[in-house]
């Protein structure tokens, strides 16, 4: 079964502090999607991790990828309150014919 | 960076009519296209994919007689909802996988709210 779990489901940050989601998946991946999202809002890309070791950066968040242990993390540095969104993962499996399979998201709330 | 489109934003319908939402890739061709819905506070279920020229392929639980997709051009998708109801209403967001380059990605439209009276 094509599984994609994240955890958190739901992150009270303080500003300033550092914190980490996490992702896993069931099974081979081509790529790793992270997206963000906004309160009645559609989905903002963030990153796409292409391959093992895969790491990418942008402002206070950077993302990796573990094929080998099937996880990914986004990690948030230094937290400020305009970060507060849900964040996404999702997994590009060969299996389901590259469509794309949605962790459950992280709400994110950070707070002064 | 590549953009996706939705039309309308938001609908508000009575039960039982027809709605159509239009997915459009702005700068870029985009040969499939999907379409998802999300309820409140949950994370996003796949539909179904649209091809273009072919016949979309529909996730398992999803009345493919209800929800109507044609992809007629590289650029535009359309889905239906036939004979709405309340259990209809919900966010549905498009997305077109943009091929262009070495580093393919999917793009999400802006979504569209449906409420079902």
């Known amino acids: 079964e094509l599984k994609v779990e994240q955890n958190p489901l739901f992150l009270s940050m303080q500003e300033e502090k550092n914190y980490t989601i996490y992702c896993n998946y069931s099974?081979?991946?081509?790529?790793l999607y992270w997206y963000r999202q906004d309160p009645g809002k559609s989905l903002e890309s963030l990153f796409v991790?292409?391959?093992?070791?895969a790491v990418k950066q942008e402002g206070r968040l950077m993302a990796s990828l573990d094929t080998k242990a099937r996880l990914s993390t986004l990690h948030i540095t230094a937290a400020v309150h305009d970060l507060s969104a849900t964040y996404f993962c999702a997994v590009d499996f060969k299996a389901a014919g590259n469509k794309l399979t949605f962790g459950g998201g992280t709400r994110v709330l950070v707070k002064p | 960076g590549a953009v996706v489109s939705q039309h309308p934003s938001w609908v508000i319908c009575k039960s039982g009519t027809s709605v159509k939402i239009e997915c459009r890739s702005l700068d870029f061709q985009a040969t499939t296209m999907f379409w998802y819905r999300q309820f409140p506070k949950q994370s996003l279920m796949l539909m179904a994919t649209?091809?273009?020229?072919?016949?979309?392929?529909?996730e398992q639980g999803v009345e493919k007689d209800k929800f109507l997709i044609n992809h007629a051009s590289l650029t535009l998708s359309t889905l239906t909802v036939t004979s709405a109801h309340p259990e209809d209403s919900s966010f549905y967001i498009c997305?077109?996988?943009?091929?262009?380059?070495?580093?393919?990605?999917?793009?999400f439209g802006p979504g569209t709210r449906l409420l079902v009276l």
């Open positions: 997305s077109a996988r943009d091929r262009r380059g070495n580093q393919e990605t999917q793009y």
């Open positions: 649209s091809n273009e020229g072919s016949k979309a392929t529909y």
């Open positions: 099974t081979t991946s081509d790529r």
């Open positions: 991790l292409l391959s093992n070791g």
